[in-house]
């Protein structure tokens, strides 16, 4: 017999074999749902696949519980930990600055997600490193309504992750450290595998699941109220919680009563990020050069020639500086890269492309200031904006752009001072680009204002100044006018470009902005910043290196206690959360126990 089930807006018939099939209420509709998708001979095959998947997933839980009831237990490994990541690990930057730092700390390093981006160097030559991949779910998916594909996602998922967690990680790890959102079915799955193999389970929270949700299906959806109360109640008890801004950790103990240690671990750049040299500017534009050598940019950029100069640099011979001799007695030139005066000024974004950036805000700027540089007479430069990363609206956006620059739309001439590009860049190059950069922009604006830029982290570790769209927690890391400039709408952003740029390279109003993020960022050489704190609200969590902060607050940060503190990711690690998962470690946490 079919069933029906009804859900908000669209209707299920259920066939013996519980295969979804999607019917709608209206004929136009569903004559629409048949266009965009059929159920193919394909889908029928998956539906196998995945109702064996079911069977195996119930008899592979099976055989765990009984033998947690029936065998006594595997003690954990003392450093060891599995790092959860439901994405791709290589556009996961924090989790993979995580694992490099348990690794560096001896740690046998499990991380655990999809495959896609090339990670960090690091982590695939660090031998306490191991990358266990997720297996990817079938393309026909993505051809799917989200109602319909999302649950055979996630019984693929809850398998594939059991499996490594319980099985191709082969002892139980001391950790498990999950990164949220996403939140299903990540949350409820460390919390077994916990329970199994006596792990002790970090949740990093990064954002909150739901609220990403929302944008899609508007706070009110059911499915948003289910994800809400899925990721509190899974989420609300660990061995620790990480948060990215301390308003975050404001809310959810306020909001979700969080059980566990607390810690604010703001985001931090690598130590290697930096402002480039003229010698390395030189060489990443040379291995940028073939992305500038489209039809769109060939007559934009100034010309050049490789290997002796490219758009944004040129190689000069010093003889009064750098003349030597060589070894056979010819008296030689070192090349002296440097920055051309002709240049365009470099402006960088950087975006997993998701519909909380919202750049329609940027292009709008960008013709506001194409205007502007009209009406200087060549008081303003011209200006590439490149805006690197891979995400779901980058298509969208980059249509737009198109358009714009050509005056196709037909109410507005193309773009003369104006270009902007999107690259996806190797790890190593991506600081590289960022520290050659004029002008950082950040769109971010979250959809819980409750996270940080990563992308302006680190934009400062490569003494890139950045303009950035202003939401609530946002001064936990600009401040207006010292490290940055905070915008709220298109017309303000266009105004600080113009001001930044006028009389660019030897801009006044760029250099002073540049000078005052120096001062407010700079590196610390040592371990020796003072501030740091955990909270504890479970008296019996047994933490030997924790301590409460006299207020009972999390201090770290100038958001609440106007206390300005910058320094590397490895710093600010080891500083927080070595104390956290190496019992007895020696540091100044102790000394408050
Ligand atoms: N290799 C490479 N990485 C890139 C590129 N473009 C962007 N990225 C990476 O992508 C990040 C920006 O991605 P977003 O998804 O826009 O991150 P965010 O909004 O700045 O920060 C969010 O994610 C962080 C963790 O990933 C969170 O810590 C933060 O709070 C916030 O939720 C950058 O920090 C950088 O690491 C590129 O071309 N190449």
């Known amino acids: 017999m079919a069933r029906r089930d009804n859900w908000p807006g669209v209707k299920f018939t259920l066939p013996p074999t519980a295969t979804v099939i999607a019917t709608l209420p209206s004929d136009s509709e569903e004559s629409e749902l048949q266009e965009n998708w059929q159920y193919t001979d394909e889908l029928a095959f998956m539906d196998q696949i995945i109702a064996a998947f079911q069977l195996l997933l119930t008899l592979f839980l099976g055989y765990f519980l009984l033998r947690k009831f029936l065998t006594p237990a595997e003690r954990p490994l003392r450093r060891s930990v599995a790092i959860l990541v439901l994405g791709d690990v290589g556009r996961s930057p924090r989790m993979m600055y995580h694992a490099e730092s348990f690794a560096n700390n001896h740690f046998d390093t499990y991380i655990v997600g999809n495959k896609g981006a090339q990670p960090i160097p690091s982590l695939l030559t660090l031998p306490q490193v191991r990358l266990l991949y997720l297996p990817d779910p079938p393309k026909s998916f993505a051809n799917l309504p989200f109602i319909i594909s999302a649950p055979r996602k996630i019984i693929l998922q809850v398998f594939s992750i059991l499996e490594t967690l319980l099985i191709r990680i082969p002892h139980p790890p001391e950790f498990i450290l999950v990164q949220n959102p996403p939140s299903i079915p990540t949350l409820a799955l460390v919390w077994l595998v916990s329970w199994i193999r006596g792990s002790k389970v970090i949740i990093d929270w990064h954002n909150l699941g739901y609220s990403i949700l929302a944008l899609k299906l508007g706070k009110d959806h059911l499915f948003v109220k289910i994800a809400e109360w899925f990721e509190a109640y899974f989420g609300r008890s660990a061995y620790a919680h990480l948060f990215v801004t301390q308003a975050m950790h404001d809310f959810l103990v306020k909001e979700w009563d969080l059980q566990g240690l607390k810690l604010v671990l703001h985001d931090r750049p690598p130590a290697h990020f930096h402002r480039a040299s003229p010698q390395e500017m030189h060489e990443l534009f040379l291995r940028l050069t073939p992305s500038f050598q489209t039809p769109d940019l060939l007559t934009f950029l100034p010309s050049s ?22 070894d056979i007695g010819i008296e030689t030139d070192t090349p002296v890269p440097s920055q051309r005066p002709d240049r365009p000024a470099l402006l960088l974004s950087s975006t997993s492309w998701t519909p909380d950036e919202d750049f329609s805000i940027l ?6 200031y194409e205007q502007k540089a009209i009406e200087a007479e060549g008081r303003l430069p011209k200006v590439l904006m490149v805006v690197t990363g891979k ?10 752009v198109g358009t714009l620059q050509s005056g196709a739309g037909g109410t507005e001439e193309g773009w003369k001072y104006v270009r902007c590009v999107s690259m996806w860049l190797e790890a190593a190059d991506y600081p590289l680009l960022l520290g050659s950069a004029d002008i950082g922009i950040s769109l971010h604006s979250s959809s819980s204002a409750l996270d940080l830029p990563m992308k302006v982290v680190d934009m400062f570790g490569c003494g890139l100044p950045v303009c950035a769209l202003n939401f609530k927690c946002l001064d936990e890391l600009v401040r207006d006018g010292v490290n940055g400039l905070v915008f709220r709408d298109a017309e303000q952003l266009a105004a600080q470009l113009e001001s930044l740029l006028t009389h660019f390279p030897s801009s006044p109003t760029l250099a002073s902005l540049c000078a005052s993020l120096q001062r407010s960022t700079p590196i610390p050489p040592t371990r020796s910043l003072s501030s740091f704190s955990y909270e504890r609200s479970d008296a019996s969590t047994p933490v030997s290196a924790s301590t409460e902060s006299p207020t009972g607050e999390t201090v770290f940060g100038f958001g609440r206690s106007e206390e300005w503190e910058w320094c590397s990711w490895t710093q600010n690690w080891d500083r927080l959360m070595r104390p956290l998962v190496l019992p007895g470690v020696k540091s100044n946490v102790d000394a408050h126990i």
């Open 363 to 368: 292009l709008k700027a960008l013709s506001l």
């Open 391 to 400: 995400g779901p609206e980058r298509e969208k956006y980059m249509n737009e």
């Open 305 to 326: 020639t490789s290997p002796t100069s490219t758009p944004f640099t040129r190689v000069l011979s010093s003889p009064s500086f750098s003349s030597f001799s060589t």
